[in-house]
């Protein structure tokens, strides 16, 4: 296997039983730029595989962290908790893959199974862990408690169906 988290035999690493691990600079993750206030920090993350009973090749992948995001409530600085704790089944083919259907009805009736991925020999762990990452965000980035809160309005409340007054008594 190569050093590269970009280029890793994923089969191979369930087979043997291996993991890796290391630091994942924020800066490496591009799709989360327009959301993060800086990039300087790095998040951890921890990926081991293994063989079920089943024969099945599994990812068990642990990503921890701080992101430092903007409040969408007060607009601050807030350092978001990340805690991301997931197990993956790797495939072969798309093939694979369970049928929508078929997975829909086993999520509806409380029986859902690992979800699966499609997995290769050069497979690139870093866009799955970005992947991971962003799955793992609320909606809507909040504090807990605002210290502050952005103005609504300044003065009265002006309602929209004053203008519609306005322009019916003309």
Known sequence: MTSSIQDIDVFALCKEHASVQGQLPLSALSRLHGDLIHTTD?????????????????????????LPM???????ELSHP???????????????????????????????????????????LLNLLEDEIILSLPI?????????????SVGE???????????KNK
């Open 42 to 66: 790095a998040v951890s993350y921890h990926v081991s595989g293994s063989v079920d009973d089943e024969h099945r090749y599994l990812l068990h992948l642990s990503i921890t962290g701080t």
């Open 82 to 124: 990340l805690l991301v704790d997931n197990t993956l089944q790797l495939v072969h083919t798309e093939a694979e893959l369970d049928d929508e259907e078929e997975e829909l009805n086993a999520i509806m009736s409380g029986k859902a199974e690992i979800e699966k991925i499609v997995g290769s020999k050069n497979y690139d």
């Open 157 to 167: 409340k002006v309602s929209p169906f004053d203008a519609l007054m306005t322009l």
């Open 70 to 76: 903007n409040c969408q409530r007060c607009a601050e």
């Open 140 to 152: 809507v980035i909040a504090h807990e408690v605002c210290e502050q809160t952005l103005p609504t």
